[in-house]
């Protein structure tokens, strides 16, 4: 009888604990006496891991290797995660479900990165033609003016611009100092360091993008109007900041039209989403097709291990499509 007794614990203490780590947020990180930190998607756990440095404590993140940022489903055990975090890094309007589990999380130190970011306004019509035809942006995007991913009026992409994500870098560094004060001016040393090579970074893209045949270039996922602001050049998107978007006949007529006008080489697609339409515009018109990542999350198909790499590899990508010397 005894046991069966000791069998039974063993067993629901096996199914317990399979229970409690399934959906948990994946953890980088010593623990020590340090703070757990959860962050919402892969840049912010990045720019965390940066100031953490080889600080006791773990950096979480909510959203899995190789899911949707945009659209992903929490899971009750992630939900609630968050009430026994030090402090959550996340970034508003980029995930919904994530707004809402922060809003329930209770009285726990929370760092909302949109301020920092300085986030501009979603780009009219997700793409911008100066000398598009009359209209077009209307017609091919009407019905992705509401976004099944509500974004508010705020493009959340900013971690296309190095020196906006430096930013972000510095602001969770003083969130860091105030939730653990011991480890304060490592946090700020980690972040000032990091800075600077966002900034090597910045210098990169600025000088490799200065001398190009064309300062056009097309994506399905109009993610990349930080980096095109930033270094003059111009986003076509095919659909809007909403990866999932279906575009209309209308837009891809008109980027069709663009692409022409603009004697484009590339159709860029990413890599956690389809390549289908990239692939037919491409084929229609004889072009290529290649990777533009918006590094929402970093797989095994990623052309880099981590944010500076892959980003260095869309530098290339970019500079090969729109020929810079």
């Not at 039209?257 to 229609?284: C, M, N, P, W």
């Amino acid at each position: 009888m005894n046991v069966i007794f000791r069998s039974t614990i063993a067993a629901a203490s096996l199914l317990a604990i399979a229970l409690s780590a399934c959906g948990a947020p994946s953890q980088e990180g010593s623990p020590g006496d340090g703070p757990t930190v959860i962050t919402s998607f892969y840049p912010l756990q990045w720019a965390t891991q940066q100031v953490m440095g080889e600080t006791d404590g773990t950096v979480d993140v909510l959203t899995k290797p190789g899911a949707d940022a945009h659209g992903m489903e929490l899971s009750p055990q992630q939900i609630a995660s968050l009430s026994d975090a030090d402090l959550i890094v996340y970034l508003d309007k980029l995930q919904p479900e994530v707004n809402a589990a922060v809003a329930q999380a209770g009285d726990r130190p929370i760092l909302n990165t949109a301020d920092a970011a300085d986030l501009a306004p979603v780009a009219e019509g997700h793409s911008h033609d100066e000398h598009g035809e009359e209209g077009h942006e209307e017609e091919g995007h009407e019905e992705e003016g509401h976004d099944a991913h509500d974004h508010g009026d705020f493009d959340p992409h900013f971690w296309q611009d190095p020196e906006r994500m430096g930013k972000v870098v510095t602001a969770i560094a003083d969130k860091l100092a105030e939730v653990n004060p011991d480890a304060a001016e490592t946090y700020r040393a980690n972040a000032e360091s990091n800075v600077e090579e966002l900034k090597t970074l910045d210098k990169e893209f600025a000088d490799g993008l200065a001398t190009c045949e064309r300062r056009e270039f097309i994506t399905t996922h109009a993610a990349f109007q930080y980096l095109a602001e930033r270094y003059n050049l111009e986003e076509i998107g095919i659909s809007g900041i909403n990866p999932d978007g279906e575009p209309s006949p209308a837009r891809i007529a008109a980027v069709h039209d663009e692409a022409k006008r603009h004697e484009v080489t590339t159709i860029f697609f990413e890599t956690l989403t389809s390549d289908a339409v990239a692939k037919s515009i491409a084929g229609d018109l004889g072009l290529k097709t290649a990777v533009l990542d918006p590094l929402e999350g970093v797989t095994d198909k990623s052309a880099g291990t981590d944010y500076p790499s892959i980003m260095r590899a869309n530098l290339e990508a970019l500079r090969s499509a729109n020929d810079c010397s």
